[in-house]
């Protein structure tokens, strides 16, 4: 996808297809031969869990260098969305910090939900982390990012139905070194990074061995793009640390340890989640909410005028009726688009507290290396959400923009009655209004909720090779506690109120193997890799919810237990040929598994499946003139069954995001990357990833009436989490060498067509069966820009001063929506961030 100026940036494969010869031959065609440049240069990966060159490793994958994550401005999960071929996803509505990835179109669903693990599984110098909940903040010390697409079950384990993304931090480099990096920039942004190297201490060869350390810290902060009217601070600030110790120890040339902690926090504001439409009140769809309450503003104002009727009808329900019209409507005309401004009823917030310790042991002897990687990793989150923008506060008359769904009940209450509160236990009207004033507000959704989760994983690899075979074997043991505890408020005062708790653990058991053999056929240009992986896990789950409290009554505190075992063996096998020295072809078959588990926010409800996926995938990782151009290409076709997808329901009268197992799916696609060096100091790179395919299975949905109505679930279902055309361009270009330094400029643009957040959006309505229009997000096309004065001498040291700008043409695009279905009725969206730009000072020596 991408390369710096003198340096590899992407990797990946393809196959000899149409698509892959076109833009062959005419890359070549635009290249005069009488043009010297520089060749590429490759980058060294580990996804085989051994260093090769990308190159070489029959894997589709991209590799962003520290180059290319420093002129994109990579800090974390979230920035690779929309900057890599194939890759999607989204950050988790009402709580930052947790992002959703998908690869090729395989989804991880909503990243807040503890019951739900990753389909793309995330890696930090060979540790798994466990959850998606906090897992998308600032990494210190990033020196190489490797994104491996398609089930990577082998080696990888559960949990990589659609790829894994390895983060590979710096090691101590064992010589003195220190680096600094700030940055100023618009909306109050600033920031700074220092590391800092120590020098070897001791001899490998002699005594304890010899022994270097590295330490990083980093912060940013930044004010909010979108001002909060309802007090507080405003949306989408930033307010993130993080920081990292790495230790080396050296035994006599064969022991090795590498020790690091790291740790990261973050305490922010949330997005602005807006209101852009309402779903209608009816299964036809023909009543529109405003209708409603149109009609029932009517009523109210007839009730009003007849003698003795409730005078709270007439002194806040009808001036809270026509509030509540006023902003419906108001939020109509607006329809989509980022706002400058919004109102809530609680400032939403989320803070992250995450921290990790990793031991890696090594003992190379003679041609075997036995390795060991211990970790332990706990993450806490915190989040108060208020994820529709309506302020539905009272003021001091107890007038305010009500819920839709309260006025309705209302309208239905006093209608039995023609206005009159005859005081009576079934029509609670003294309970209700009571209700409004000891909470301040009727609002929509609002949530307050934590979780907290730790795990411990070690594994054991075996590696080894001779002149025609290189394999690996290991044991994997995994465990992990997962607790949330939920307040939810929901329909203020009709739902009732209470707390949702429940833990989650897992324990995992794994062995695996994968070898590569050379049988000396073709010139020993044909390599045959296989390989498997048993795993077996456990499941339990604890229920411990609080008692439901409201005005129409409610439920008593429930506890229960569960546990579940799963078991899967995935594998692989490819063979790979090397057609000529500058090109290798392969064709892939692999398997993988995602756990299956239990809805911890359904009290009681019965386990979901595992879901398993199968490949084929053909390739080509190639390099052409002279090695000044670079196109590697893939073709896949895969099946995928019992896919897990996320639905939003209402549990506990409150939204909740279920896990259903949705059926079977085939899909087709492919990428290929092209990197061209045409002239001396100028990288252009081109991607460009395509997805097809829909469900061929999904759950019909039925309604309860007689005769019973429904519809199938293969025609409603959309493809979700990734669009179906993917294109990214970037030019890197050294434009002048002076005394002073040299000057440099970085472009990319990143499109992409539209995607659908969720599978389906659907309800039972008066008994018929409901499909509610998805949140479709926008096409976009982001321009991202840098120029560089860089490799300025300064004392001992190099200095470089960057100007940057992200989003460069403002481009407007919604980045995550949700459709509340039919009780809340909302539809509610987020916004990408809108431009920023700033100066960057770097000074390393």
Known sequence: MAN??????????????????????????????????????????????????????????TALSTESLERRGIQNTEDLLGQVPGVGGFSA????????????????????????DPAVATYMDGVFIGKMAGSSIDVAELERVEILRGPQGTLYGRNATGGAVNYITRKPLGEFGFRAVG??????????KLNLDTPTIGDAEDGLGSFAASVGVQGRDRSGFYDNKSGGGDFNDLDRQAWRLAVNWNFRNSLFADYAYDGNQLDEVNDLDVVVGFNPLDAAGNVSRVAALQGTLAEARKWAAAPGSDPRIASRWIP?????????DETLKRGEGRRSSGNVDFTPRSEVDASGHSLTLAWEASDVTFKSISAYREVSVSALGDIDAIDSSIDANGIGAYNDTLHLTLGQLYGATGGYDPKIPQLPFDAIWGAIDAQGNALHFSQDSSSDYDQFSQEFQILGGSDRLEWVAGVYYFEDKAEYERTSLALVPLAPIGNTHYKLETKALAAFGQSTWTPGLLDDRLAITGGLRWTKEEKDVEWNNAAQVGVFGGSPAVSDKDDKNFYNVSGNLTLAFQATEDLNTYIRYATGYRSGSFNGEAFGSDYFDEETMETWEIGLKSDWWDGRMRVNAALYTYEWDDLQVSQVVIVDSAPSSLITNAGNAKRWGGEIEVLVAPIDDLVIGMSYAYLDGDFDEFPDLCGTNEPQQCLKGKDFAKRNASPDNQLNVFADYLFARTDFGEITGFLSVN?????????????IIGGDPVVFDPQVMDERTVVDARLNLENIDVGNGSLRVSLWAKNLFDEDYPSYGINFGADLGLKVEKYGDPRTYGVEVAYEF
Not at 93 to 116: C, F, K, M
């Open 320 to 328: 809270s009726l026509e509030r509540t019209i006023e902003v419906y």
């Open 183 to 192: 940055t100023l920039g618009n909306h109050d942004l600033y920031g700074l």
């Open 4 to 61: 710096t100026t003198g340096s590899l940036l992407n990797g990946s494969k393809g196959p000899v297809s149409a698509l892959s010869v076109l833009a062959i031959s005419v890359a070549a065609a635009a290249l005069p031969s009488s043009v010297q440049a520089q060749a590429l240069e490759e980058i060294v990966v580990t996804a085989q869990k051994r260093e090769e060159s990308n190159q070489e490793v029959p894997i589709s994958i």
């Open 751 to 763: 499109w992409q067509d539209e995607w659908y957040t969720t599978a389906a959006s659907t309800a």
């Open 93 to 116: 509505s009402g709580s930052r910090g947790s992002i959703g990835l998908a690869i090729r179109g395989v989804a991880g669903g909503s990243p807040s939900n503890l019951s739900l």
